[in-house]
């Protein structure tokens, strides 16, 4: 189907459009400009109608959606819908159906032109197929960067999970080595190196630590060495009770 339209010197600014659509730089030959747009999740007549390719002179489209037909064979590859819409520049929606295909992608892909009244033979397909590739690729490289912060996502949250386990296990500890060392100055106290009476001094509070500015690992290293400082406590009760008892 072709339409004939106002030849616009310049595409406008791609500002208006939505996040969703990813398009390529222009492609200047000859007074002949030619822009692509992708979308996954926009139909190519979407794209078709974008406001600032009215005024194109070809708006080709093509797109690649799974089929809802499901192969009978275990492990078969995805089947999908394709078509593609010419729209006066003939064979270049061919052109665009085998670029979705080789890069193996979903969704639709339209390339503009604004004819500038000078033909250019085969290699108007060389630049439909550029603009189109382009959209797309900027379109993987921004996903490939979503999935990039959705990981780093998980993982603060997964952080912010072990850090809290972390602080509350070392005030845990604090206190318990805090306890542990009055309870070993109570059973201390009288009994000398020589088993002379002496007096021990009960441990007094520390000003508790301030854990949230420490890195994970450093905590983590924390957590082991008041583990390491509890058993030593209680190996220091077991001996004197063990003293006492003699």
């Given amino acids: 189907m072709s339409r004939k339209r106002t030849l616009s010197p310049s595409p406008p ?50 797109w690649r959606r799974p089929s809802r037909q499901r192969s009978l064979l275990p492990g078969a590859e995805t089947l999908y819908d394709t078509g593609r819409d010419d729209d ?42 550029t603009c189109a590739k382009e959209a797309i690729r900027k379109w993987k490289a921004a996903a490939t960067e979503a999935g990039r912060e959705e990981v780093q996502k998980r993982q603060k949250i997964q952080d912010d999970v072990k850090r809290g386990h972390f602080e509350e ?41 301030d854990y949230s500015s420490m890195p994970i690992e450093a905590l983590r290293r924390l957590d082991k ?5 509890i058993a030593f406590i209680l190996k220091e009760i077991d001996e004197v009770e063990e003293h006492q008892k003699a």
């Avoid at 100055?185 to 630590?209: D, F, I, Y």
């Fill in 88 to 129: 006066g520049e003939r064979y270049a929606g061919k052109r665009l159906e085998k670029v979705l295909e080789e890069m193996n992608v979903e969704g639709s892909v339209v390339v503009a032109r604004w004819y500038g009244g000078t033909l250019l033979g085969p290699v108007r397909f060389t630049h439909i197929e």
């Fill in 13 to 62: 600014p791609s500002a208006s459009l939505p996040l969703e659509i990813f398009r390529s730089a222009p492609i200047k030959d000859r007074s002949s400009i030619f822009v692509g747009a992708y979308s996954l999740s926009l139909s190519a007549k979407a794209l078709q109608g974008l406001p600032d390719f009215k005024s194109a002179s070809h708006r080709t489209a093509a």
């Fill in 169 to 209: 296990s070392l005030r845990e500890r604090d206190q318990s080595i805090f306890v542990l060392r009055g309870l070993l100055a109570e059973k201390s106290r009288g009994l000398g190196n020589s088993g002379t009476v002496v007096e021990t001094a009960p441990p007094t509070p520390k000003k508790p630590v």
């Fill in 225 to 229: 060495a008041r583990d390491a400082t």
